[in-house]
Structures are given as structure tokens and as C-alpha cells.
């Protein structure tokens, strides 16, 4: 995101203007500042992968738990 403000904390630094914020169940959880574009490009793009990663990977645990869960309710009498 575009911070439109130096969010650097020193003075005689460059200017932090841009940003990425991961939420969780409503609260920041990680917060990182960059000073050109194509540095919060890179570094949102490596946020978004890590997410998308772990996202992906409790997909395939969740449909292994839906797998094993419908053979058990298949051999459940009705």
C-alpha cells in the first residue's frame, strides 16, 4: 500500500512510503515498510506467496480430513 506519509521512524533516513500488513482474525500481525515501489513489489509479492503457500497446504489436510471422514459416514448405517 501506498503509506502517502514517511512512516520512517529516523529523521535522516530515506522516507518509508510504502507498505504491507498481514491481518489475522482482525489484528495486524506483520508489518513491512519499504522506500521504493519496487521494493513493495517484491516484498508484497513474497508476503502473498508465503500466504498462499500455507493456504494451499491446509487445503490438502483438509481434504484428506473430508476423505477419511466420508469413508467413515459411507460404512455408517443410515
Given at each position: 500500500?501506498?503509506?502517502?506519509?514517511?512512516?520512517?521512524?529516523?529523521?535522516?533516513?530515506?522516507?518509508?512510503l510504502f507498505g504491507t500488513i498481514v491481518?489475522?482474525?482482525?489484528?495486524?500481525?506483520?508489518?513491512?515498510?519499504?522506500?521504493?515501489?519496487?521494493?513493495?513489489?517484491?516484498?508484497?509479492?513474497?508476503?502473498?506467496?508465503?500466504?498462499?503457500?500455507?493456504?494451499?497446504?491446509?487445503?490438502?489436510?483438509?481434504?484428506?480430513?473430508?476423505?477419511?471422514?466420508?469413508?467413515?459416514?459411507?460404512?455408517?448405517?443410515?
Amino acid at each position: 500500500m501506498f503509506l502517502g506519509l514517511d512512516h520512517n521512524p529516523f529523521p535522516d533516513r530515506d522516507p518509508a512510503l510504502f507498505g504491507t500488513i498481514v491481518f489475522a482474525q482482525g489484528e495486524p500481525h506483520r508489518l513491512r515498510r519499504y522506500f521504493i515501489w519496487e521494493e513493495a513489489e517484491a516484498g508484497h509479492l513474497e508476503t502473498v506467496t508465503e500466504i498462499r503457500s500455507e493456504m494451499d497446504s491446509a487445503q490438502v489436510e483438509a481434504m484428506k480430513a473430508w476423505e477419511t471422514l466420508a469413508a467413515r459416514l459411507m460404512r455408517e448405517p443410515r
